[in-house]
């Protein structure tokens, strides 16, 4: 049987869809290879929300085309956003790529590899994948996409060029998934979209269906990313509140703290509209933990605007946040305007972000020491041989001694002592 090495860049989205694949190509007959010298099929799952990872997946490809010298059957290919990217130019000019495939031509994949090099990138308004079972990594965490593409058009970004317009997965197939991983021994869900909380399938909005799933058997936690602040209705904040295994934790992505850069950037709301949901979350949902995405050197943000980005930093403190330097993009609108944010500028801006993140994230952290904390245990902790880690429910890395508690168990531990990113037990 023919196999299939899958190598996965990006978010979270491009994990599912790396499960996807392999779920839809072991029912062809392909097995799953470990390493990339032994497989039939190198694919690259990939990523371009920035121009920094699509110059590590050339980089890549470079790399893996020693596999087709002694193995000249080997077929080398790109999934994903930066397969849809440059699809017109990708065949012609990376010399041992044998296909392309884009986000919405996944289904095609075991047909497509039987014949000669091609490339697939059409996108599909109707595409959900909501018939195809993804073969999921073991783990106690199930990743289940909901809803595709985009319809946004933030300026700066992608997204919508390469996976296509909104459109989400029928609310019985979401469930259905869901009870199949509660039966295959998952304890979490996370529910994906790159517009999560815009979810709706005729009548079941978002809120509905965090409902819906609520309660269903062996699933103690669900969470959900991306949401977007201007989907956050009120049907979905009452969920939070309500429901017992949805998670206090909510990554609301902000970009900005500045008026004029949010306005250019097109995110349909400004500083005191995202500052007034996050009063909302939080009156609704006591003690929640926030995490956001910040861009730092948007085109035209000065000194002024940067300083507000701090300023919303401090006032909202976020619990951990994802800071990125402006990469320009193609196809975008903002990759038509001039860049005034030198690098050396937008390296400074980054690290003056990721310094007063970790100053606030250490301080909510402290907070926590001298509590209890229920952790969903994952499996050894990382740096420390003989203990256990896992995630609490306001999605912190707890670390413990090991007590003989297996991935999967609800444990509760005392914090004695914390860090910016992890809450400890004493020893
Ligand atoms: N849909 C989500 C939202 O709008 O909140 C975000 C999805 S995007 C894949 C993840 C993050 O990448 C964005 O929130 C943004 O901070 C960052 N990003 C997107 N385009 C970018 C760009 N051109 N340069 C730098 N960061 C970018
Ligand atoms: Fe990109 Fe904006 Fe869509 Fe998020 S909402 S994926 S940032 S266009």
Same mark, same amino acid.
């Given at each position: 049987?023919?196999?299939?090495?899958?190598?996965t860049?990006g978010?979270?989205?491009?994990?599912? $869809?790396?499960?996807?694949?392999?779920?839809?190509?072991?029912?062809?007959?392909?097995? #799953?290879? %470990?390493?990339?010298?032994?497989?039939?099929?190198?694919?690259?799952n990939?990523?371009?929300?920035?121009?920094?990872?699509?110059?590590?997946?050339?980089? &890549?490809?470079?790399?893996?085309?020693?596999?087709?010298?002694?193995r000249?059957?080997?077929?080398i290919?790109?999934?994903g956003?930066?397969?849809?990217?440059?699809? /017109?130019r990708?065949?012609?000019?990376?010399?041992?790529?044998?296909?392309?495939?884009?986000?919405?031509?996944?289904r095609?994949?075991?047909?497509?590899?039987s014949?000669?090099?091609?490339?697939?990138?059409?996108?599909?308004?109707?595409?959900t994948?909501?018939?195809?079972?993804?073969?999921?990594?073991?783990?106690?965490?199930?990743?289940?996409?909901?809803?595709?593409?985009?319809?946004?058009?933030? +300026?700066?970004c992608?997204?919508?060029?390469?996976r296509?317009?909104? &459109?989400?997965?029928?609310a019985?197939a979401?469930?259905?998934?869901?009870?199949?991983?509660?039966?295959?021994?998952?304890?979490e869900v996370v529910?994906?979209?790159?517009?999560?909380?815009?979810?709706?399938?005729?009548?079941? /909005?978002?809120?509905?269906?965090?409902?819906?799933?609520?309660?269903?058997?062996?699933?103690a936690?669900?969470?959900?990313? %991306?949401?977007?602040? =201007?989907?956050?209705? /009120? =049907?979905?904040?009452?969920?939070?509140? %309500?429901c017992?295994?949805?998670? @206090?934790?909510?990554?609301? @992505? !902000?970009?900005?703290?500045?008026?004029?850069?949010l306005?250019?950037?097109?995110?349909?709301?400004?500083?005191?509209?995202?500052?007034?949901? !996050?009063?909302r979350?939080?009156?609704?949902? @006591?003690g929640?933990a926030?995490? #956001?995405?910040?861009?730092?050197?948007?085109?035209?943000?000065?000194?002024?605007?940067?300083?507000?980005t701090l300023?919303?930093?401090r006032?909202?403190?976020?619990? *951990?946040?994802?800071?990125?330097?402006? *990469?320009?993009?193609?196809h975008?609108?903002?990759?038509?305007? /001039?860049? =005034?944010?030198?690098?050396?500028?937008?390296a400074q801006?980054?690290?003056?972000?990721?310094?007063?993140?970790?100053?606030?994230?250490?301080e909510?952290?402290?907070?926590?020491?001298?509590?209890?904390?229920?952790v969903?245990?994952?499996?050894?902790?990382?740096?420390?041989?003989?203990w256990?880690?896992?995630? #609490?429910r306001?999605?912190? +890395?707890?670390v413990?001694?090991?007590?003989?508690?297996?991935?999967? $168990?609800?444990?509760?531990m005392?914090?004695?002592? %914390?860090?910016?990113?992890?809450?400890v037990a004493?020893?």
């Open positions: 049987m023919p196999s299939v090495y899958i190598e860049y978010c979270q989205m491009n994990v599912a $869809d790396t499960e996807l694949m392999r779920g839809h190509l072991a029912r062809s007959g392909y097995t #799953t290879a %470990s390493d990339p010298g032994e497989a039939d099929v190198i694919l690259l990939t990523c371009a929300i920035r121009e920094h990872a699509e110059e590590r997946i050339y980089g &890549r490809l470079g790399a893996l085309a020693q596999h087709k010298v002694r000249p059957h080997v077929q290919g790109l999934a956003c930066m397969a849809q990217h440059f699809r /017109d990708l065949l012609d000019q990376t010399p041992h790529l044998d296909f392309v495939v884009g986000p919405d031509a996944y095609r994949l075991p047909s497509l590899l014949g000669d090099p091609f490339i697939d990138v059409r996108l599909d308004r109707d595409e994948y909501a018939d195809l079972t993804p073969a999921r990594a073991a783990g106690v965490r199930a990743w289940i996409t909901i809803m595709r593409g985009c319809d946004k058009f933030c +300026t700066f992608i997204v919508p060029y390469v296509g317009r909104e &459109r989400s997965v029928p019985p979401v469930l259905e998934q869901v009870r199949d991983v509660a039966a295959q021994g998952y304890r529910f994906l979209g790159q517009t999560v909380n815009a979810y709706r399938d005729r009548d079941v /909005d978002f809120g509905a269906l965090l409902r819906a799933t609520d309660g269903i058997e062996d699933i936690r669900i969470r959900f990313t %991306s949401p977007h602040p =201007s989907d956050m209705r /009120d =049907s979905a904040i009452e969920a939070m509140a %309500s017992r295994s949805v998670c @206090p934790h909510l990554h609301l @992505p !902000v970009q900005s703290g500045s008026n004029p850069v306005q250019r950037m097109e995110r349909g709301y400004d500083a005191d509209e995202y500052l007034r949901l !996050v009063d979350v939080r009156a609704a949902v @006591p929640l926030l995490s #956001t995405d910040i861009i730092v050197g948007f085109p035209g943000e000065t000194e002024r605007d940067f300083e507000a300023e919303l930093m006032a909202v403190r976020f619990d *951990s946040a994802y800071m990125f330097k402006y *990469s320009r993009r193609d975008t609108k903002a990759g038509k305007w /001039d860049e =005034s944010v030198s690098e050396a500028e937008k801006r980054l690290q003056a972000v990721i310094a007063l993140q970790e100053r606030i994230g250490a909510i952290n402290a907070e926590w020491v001298g509590r209890e904390v229920e969903l245990v994952e499996g050894p902790a990382r740096r420390r041989t003989g256990l880690a896992g995630k #609490t306001h999605f912190k +890395t707890a413990f001694p090991a007590d003989g508690s297996s991935p999967g $168990d609800l444990v509760r005392r914090v004695a002592h %914390s860090t910016a990113h992890t809450l004493a020893a």
